[in-house]
């Protein structure tokens, strides 16, 4: 409902290391707001290696499948 406020959080234990927090704030009956926060720890040899496009490419990859992953868990509770 209006008001209610929940948090997660969460580290990787393998992959690309990260860890983050998701709140979800009842706006309305029928909307939650939800803020999302991402810290990522790159090596530096696999920036140096990568360079700062195959980095940006490697962290959005990395993002949209943990976003993904989060989102079958919230919606079956399995993950």
Not at 4 to 27: D, K, S, Y
Not at 31 to 51: D, F, K, N, R
Not at 55 to 60: F, I, N, Y
Request: aromatic share 6%.
């Amino acid at each position: 409902g209006p008001g209610a406020v929940r948090r997660m959080g969460w580290a990787t234990v393998e992959g690309l290391p990260n860890r983050g927090t998701v709140t979800f704030e009842g706006a309305s009956e029928e909307e939650t707001a939800i803020q999302l926060e991402i810290e990522h720890s790159l090596p530096p040899a696999l920036v140096a290696a990568m360079g700062s496009e195959g980095m940006e490419g490697l962290v959005q990859a990395t993002l949209r499948h943990t976003l993904q992953l989060f989102k079958e868990y919230a919606e079956t509770g399995e993950g």
